[in-house]
Every structure is written in structure tokens, then in C-alpha cells.
């Protein structure tokens, strides 16, 4: 018998999901049975999607969110539960880089990455597992007691990168995260957990990958390659399915071995 991850009926919200990974971690949920709650600023992009979702026979729903503004936050998290019912599974993915010399990084700069990556994932975490513990208490209403977080990072987190430093910074400040939610929340059924991707193919660097930097850059990856969104498929659901009750805390390199 052929082993299978079931998340039907679980609702899924992914942050970030207008394009990239996010827009890959909402079909692979989808697929999964999962219903998703896309969210992100980006709303023609997110209804684009739903729509893709929809005619393969998944459901879907599309919220406004800005992670840098906790009312947006609360907003977006609340019409989502209105919508489609608790959330069972939080995939806390917006993320932004800049890419310069620490030297030359701006106040602006170290503030547009920090406020997405690190304060943005914090209040969004914050905001779903407060639901979530309400749940485990019996004060609010819900079907499914816990719950799944993870929490995009990277492997830049784990290993500091030359002219991306603050955004290592700011990854590796959602790794600790990730463990100090585990070690808080867990008692309530709540399964946090980090996935560290690494250099993958987007819409955002699939230029890059064509230049001679991008060459030269492949060609010190251990097996001469970048990878794809799908790719993560694997590790994301393992994290998500109802099967993973004791993993909790785990940080998980996905990065063809870079990091070793």
C-alpha cells in the first residue's frame, strides 16, 4: 500500500503566496487536500492562483497582508478563519533580501529586510498561535486541538553569506524563533518547525542563474545545480501532516547539501 500525506480537511494559510515558493507551498498543500488561504499585498497575483487551484479542485481563499503592519496581520488571519474556518496550518513564508556589503547597508535597508523577515513572522506566528492555544484551552471553537507552523528560514541562516548579511541575520533570528515557539508552545499540540531552503530557481533570481556570476556561483554548489520550488514539496508536507506529532522544533536544511 502506497503511502500517502492526507490533509484534508485542514486549512492551510500561506504567507508570501503571490509568487516564488509561497505560490508553490499553496499548490503542494492543495494537493494534499489541504483548503489554502493565499495571502500577500499582491491580490490579482493571489486570485490568479485561486483560480489555477479551484479548476484542479482544490479550495481556495485570497486575503490581503502586509506583514509589517500587525493590523493587517490580525485583519487577514481573522477574515481568513471567517472564511474557511480555523487555521490548522500556518506556512509563515513572506520574505525579501537586498543585497550589498555590510558596509554599505542603510538603516532602510537593515529595516525593509528585519521588519518582513524576522518582526513580520513573528506577529504572524503570534497572531495564528494564539488562535491555536485558545483552541487547545477550549476557549475558542475548532475540531482539530494544535496545530502545524513552519516557518520559512533559509540556509543563509545557518551559514552567514558575503553580501547578504542581514538577510542571514534576519533567518537566523526566525531559527531561534522557531525553537522558542516549539519549546512554548508545544505543550498545546502546536508543532513548530523551520525549513532552511537553499539556492532555488524563482522568478525573482531565474535571471541570475543565467549570468556569469550565476555560473561561476553553480558551479561551487556540491552537485553543480539549483533547485526547483517542488523540490521543497516533500519537506513542507512531512512538516504539515497530522503524521508529524513529534517533530517539533526541528530546523531542516533543504539545500543539496550546501551546508555540509
Known amino acids: 500500500m502506497a503511502y500517502q500525506i492526507d490533509l484534508s480537511g485542514r486549512v492551510a494559510m500561506v504567507t508570501g503566496a503571490s509568487s516564488g515558493l509561497g505560490e508553490q507551498f499553496a499548490r503542494a498543500l492543495s494537493n494534499a487536500g489541504a483548503a489554502v488561504v493565499l495571502a500577500a499585498r499582491r491580490l490579482e497575483r493571489l486570485k490568479t492562483l485561486r483560480a489555477e487551484l479551484e479548476a484542479a479542485g482544490g479550495d481556495a481563499h485570497v486575503v490581503e497582508l502586509d506583514v509589517t503592519d500587525p493590523a493587517s496581520i490580525r485583519s ?108 512554548e508552545w508545544g505543550r498545546f499540540g502546536i508543532n513548530v518547525n523551520a525549513m532552511c531552503p537553499g539556492y532555488i530557481d524563482t522568478e525573482i533570481n531565474h535571471h541570475h542563474w543565467q549570468t556569469e556570476a550565476g555560473q561561476k556561483l553553480i558551479s561551487m554548489l556540491p552537485r553543480k545545480r539549483v533547485g526547483q520550488p517542488q523540490d521543497l514539496d516533500a519537506v513542507l508536507l512531512m512538516l504539515c501532516a497530522s503524521q508529524s506529532h513529534f517533530v517539533n522544533g526541528a530546523v531542516i536544511a533543504a539545500d543539496d547539501g550546501f551546508g555540509i
Open 76 to 183: 487577514a488571519v481573522a477574515h481568513a478563519e471567517t472564511e474557511m474556518g480555523t487555521i490548522d496550518i500556518l506556512v509563515n513564508n513572506s520574505g525579501v533580501s537586498t543585497t550589498q556589503k555590510l558596509v554599505d547597508v542603510t538603516p532602510d535597508d537593515y529595516d525593509y529586510v528585519m521588519d518582513v523577515n524576522t518582526r513580520g513572522a513573528f506577529f504572524v506566528a503570534q497572531e495564528v498561535g494564539k488562535r491555536m492555544i485558545a483552541r487547545s484551552r477550549g476557549a475558542a471553537p475548532g475540531t482539530f486541538i494544535g496545530g502545524r507552523i513552519v516557518n520559512v528560514a533559509s540556509m543563509a541562516g545557518l551559514r552567514p553569506l558575503s553580501q547578504i548579511g542581514v538577510y542571514a541575520m534576519s533567518k537566523a533570528a526566525v531559527v531561534h524563533m522557531t525553537r522558542a515557539m516549539a519549546l
